[in-house]
């Protein structure tokens, strides 16, 4: 397998996050183609269409990225159908399709994927290509959470500071920041700072 994981939109888009949860905690602005695969990619192994389209990716070859992850995708690749939403989520050089990134992510997250779980919760917290909807953002943040995915457990940390389809509880939000913390969690650690409750 490459060196190559794809950022995923939930990633990108954290600082944003972290922005407006200071902002509601102090009163102050704070805070993842459709085109036929050629015959010849077709016989390609699963790892190797997604070290492929890795490899395209990064010499940002976009629509050949995108056949080559649909390949490994349909060969049973739930890595690719994690780098598939996120293709469509952040569109280098174009429009974000959240609506169908989130069919992508859907897919790996039914299979277990923790991190296209959390992706999946990330969408209905921000109501990204789906209706927002705090309680089906904890649902996929809870199971992407109970295995032991950091940027879950701190974005069931937002939630609970928030009170997003929950009651505030700065408590409950600090457990949840140092649980992704002690998993190494920059972000859990900076909003741990802005609390004053240190690591």
Do not use: C
Not at 146 to 175: H, T, W
């Amino acid at each position: 397998m490459s060196n190559h994981t794809p950022r995923p939109v939930a990633a990108a888009l954290w600082p944003a996050l972290v922005i407006l949860a200071a902002v509601a905690l102090h009163g102050i602005a704070v805070a993842q183609s459709t085109a036929p695969v050629p015959a010849q990619q077709s016989s390609a192994s699963a790892a190797d269409a997604f070290r492929k389209a890795g490899e395209l990716e990064q010499r940002k070859e976009y629509s050949e990225a995108m056949r080559w992850y649909r390949v490994a995708a349909d060969q049973g690749s739930i890595d690719a159908l994690v780098a598939i939403g996120n293709l469509y989520g952040l569109r280098p050089g174009g429009q974000p399709d959240y609506a169908t990134a989130l069919v992508w992510y859907r897919k790996a997250a039914e299979r277990g994927n923790a991190e296209a779980q959390n992706d999946v919760g990330f969408f209905y917290l921000n109501g990204m290509g789906v209706q927002q909807d705090f309680a089906e953002a904890m649902r996929w943040l809870r199971k992407a959470a109970d295995q032991g995915n950091e940027v879950a457990e701190r974005n069931i940390g937002m939630l609970y500071l928030n009170g997003l389809g929950v009651s505030v509880d700065r408590d409950e939000a600090l457990r949840w920041f140092r649980k992704a913390a002690a998993k190494g969690d920059p972000d859990s650690k900076e909003a741990l700072r802005m609390l004053g409750s240190g690591s």
